[in-house]
């Protein structure tokens, strides 16, 4: 059974930073791309960062130059570095694995960024 389990969230101060963590299990192949996504209240989820097989990035434009995408050498974790947060940032952040044409979520972990 496939489990992709977000971890690192928590309340951080503006202008600080966080790295998300996703620990999968139960899967036997590799994900042809990773990302995370974050869905604010009252707002649709969205993409945050993504990472395909061969390392190719790309991000949301409001987190360019603030967050980095990386792969782990465990097969399928993916990290989310966020520096620089900002009260904006606040959302539940989900992990998301894809293999061709199917997605493999986490059930998110919350960051909240105070001012």
């Known amino acids: 059974q496939v489990q992709l389990v977000e971890s690192g969230g928590g309340l951080v101060q503006a202008g600080g930073s966080a790295r998300l963590s996703c620990a999968p299990s139960?899967?036997?192949?590799?994900?042809?791309?990773m990302g995370w996504y974050r869905q604010a209240a009252g707002k649709q989820r969205e993409l945050v960062a993504r990472?395909?097989?061969?390392?190719?990035?790309n991000y949301e434009d409001s987190v360019k130059g603030r967050f980095t995408i990386s792969r782990g050498n465990a097969k399928n974790t993916v990290y989310l570095q966020m520096n620089s947060l900002k009260p904006e940032d606040t959302a539940v952040y989900y992990c998301?694995?894809?293999?061709?044409?199917?997605?493999?979520w986490g059930k998110g972990t919350l960051v909240t960024v105070s001012s």
């Open positions: 139960g899967i036997i192949f590799s994900f042809n791309a």
């Open positions: 998301k694995g894809e293999k061709f044409g199917a997605d493999f």
């Open positions: 990472i395909t097989s061969d390392g190719m990035t």
